[in-house]
């Protein structure tokens, strides 16, 4: 069974560009959330889908957004990158939103903007 | 709002040493209790949870973890740590209608063969 995917898993960025990152749930994982981690911050919550709606937010600026699709696949975008957007965005999913339900991660992507 | 504490940011340990990694969060009501690794390069990788029942849970490569509700803690536990358990280790935490989980920093772990 395929994991979580995202790509690119690698990309660089100059500041005030913007960028957008996918991910492909597991099949039959209907829904994705996405973390940002960094080695200040450690791992944040940025926003969850669950069939192509958004539930949950995290406290990240109006730059960051994201959707999701019908075939669950999601895309998040950052806009006006800053230096401190530096970091690894992970995306996880998982099978519905019921109250514990295991999340399975991705490699992430690794952002970098200079 | 809820938080999650590691105490611990960098844990060196010598093959064979036991190993016990704390973990705190701040939430009263219902909450479910994860550990999660990151091998070097890897993604993250469910070690154990916690949902209800007996409170010590075992996970996968022989870690354990006890839930002391008064102490609001979930502590990872081995008894014998092996070089091949050096990673990243986060706690988390997910409380009832959130629909995202809250990290800890995580302890970074480094076994010396």
């Known amino acids: 069974k395929a994991g979580v995917t995202q790509t690119p898993r690698y990309l660089i960025k100059t500041r005030g560009q913007q960028v957008t990152l996918s991910c492909s749930p597991i099949s039959g994982h209907r829904s994705v959330s996405w973390y940002q981690q960094t080695p200040g911050q450690g791992l944040q919550f940025l926003f969850e889908y669950f069939s192509e709606t958004q539930r949950n937010k995290g406290n990240f600026p109006g730059r960051f957004s994201g959707r999701q699709f019908s075939n669950s696949r999601s895309e998040m975008n950052v806009s006006t990158l800053e230096l401190g957007d530096s970091a690894l965005y992970l995306c996880?999913?998982?099978?519905?939103?019921?109250?514990?339900?295991?999340?399975?991660f991705g490699e992430g992507s690794r952002l970098t903007v200079l | 709002a809820q938080s999650v504490s590691q105490h611990n940011h960098h844990v060196i340990l010598s093959e064979a040493a036991s190993l016990e990694l704390g973990c705190n969060y701040s939430?009263?009501?219902?909450?479910?209790l994860f550990w999660y690794v990151q091998y070097p390069g890897q993604h993250l990788q469910l070690l154990l949870k916690?949902?209800?029942?007996?409170?010590l849970v075992k996970g996968i490569k022989g870690f354990e973890a006890e839930f002391i509700k008064s102490k609001f803690s979930f502590n990872l536990r081995k008894p014998s740590v092996q070089w091949s358990d050096t990673a990243e280790y986060f706690c988390?935490?997910?409380?009832?209608?959130?629909?995202?989980?809250?990290f800890g920093q995580g302890t970074r772990l480094t076994i010396n063969p």
């Open positions: 996880a999913s998982r099978r519905d939103t019921a109250f514990g339900g295991e999340l399975f």
């Open positions: 988390a935490v997910e409380t009832q209608g959130a629909q995202k989980l809250v």
């Open positions: 939430y009263g009501g219902t909450v479910n």
């Open positions: 916690y949902f209800s029942g007996d409170p």
